[in-house]
């Protein structure tokens, strides 16, 4: 149990494009689902907590207007990234918990890479 | 800042051997959650510890951690090739979001 899948998996895209990542916990509802951005060889980096039904609460230092965080429903939570630049090429990985996570384990997606030309 | 430390920062061992690996934090925790990452992947969760427990198993895995020192150690007992991953500890403090921190890379060599 506790599966979580992102889509897409890659993708590449246009400098000045949007790109929205989606984030689905399969198998449980999700009261909460986070986003993280890695870099090559880094860690994560925490870009934003969402609940369902209410806006994002952002890490200082992430731009809200850039990164739109929608979490419409108990099982899906998307990412936007606007008007995107290649300095926006990262890794982006969700993860979610809920009740049947006891709100402790975060359950990661596989990631999406995104490369901005 | 990243509130967790992990070292060392790569590793690489023979296959049969163990493998720890350390991490440390600065502020008090509820808990301490180990994950792999395998290279371009998502996290698997490995292990939590909370803050009132000392040590901890799941099947190869052996968990410490020292509230005092604020540190945790994550053993791999006689390691696989399929072990080769970056291992991650995360703390959980008052609030349910994660903090990671840089990871250890560990290669096992068949």
């Known amino acids: 149990g506790a599966v979580v899948s992102q889509h897409p998996s890659w993708v590449i895209c246009k400098s000045g494009t949007s790109v929205k990542i989606e984030c689905r916990s399969l198998?449980?509802?999700?009261?909460?689902m986070f986003w993280y951005r890695q870099f090559p060889k880094q860690s994560l980096m925490l870009m934003a907590t969402?609940?369902?039904?209410?806006?994002?609460?952002?890490e200082q230092g992430v731009e809200k207007d850039k990164f739109l965080i929608n979490h419409a429903s108990l099982t899906l939570s998307t990412l936007t990234v606007t008007s995107a630049h290649p300095e926006d090429s990262s890794f982006y990985i969700c993860s979610a918990i809920g009740l049947a996570t006891l709100q402790e384990t975060q359950y990661f997606g596989p990631g999406t890479r995104l490369l901005v030309l | 800042s990243q509130q967790g430390e992990e070292d060392p920062q790569a590793l690489s061992i023979q296959e049969g051997e163990n493998a720890t690996m350390n991490c440390s934090y600065k502020?008090?925790?509820?808990?301490l959650q180990w994950y792999r990452q395998n290279s371009g992947r998502g996290l698997v969760h490995l292990i939590l510890?909370?803050?009132?427990?000392r040590e901890k198993h799941s099947g190869r895995l052996r968990v410490t951690l020292d509230t005092s020192k604020k540190s945790s150690s994550l053993l791999i007992t006689a390691s696989r090739a399929a072990d080769t991953a970056s291992y991650f500890c995360?703390?959980?403090?008052?609030?349910?979001?994660?903090?990671f921190g840089k990871g250890t890379k560990l290669t096992v060599n068949p």
């Open positions: 502020t008090s925790i509820n808990n």
């Open positions: 995360g703390t959980q403090g008052g609030s349910e979001k994660l903090v």
């Open positions: 510890i909370r803050s009132n427990e």
């Open positions: 198998d449980f509802q999700a009261t909460t």
């Open positions: 969402s609940n369902e039904g209410s806006k994002a609460t952002y």
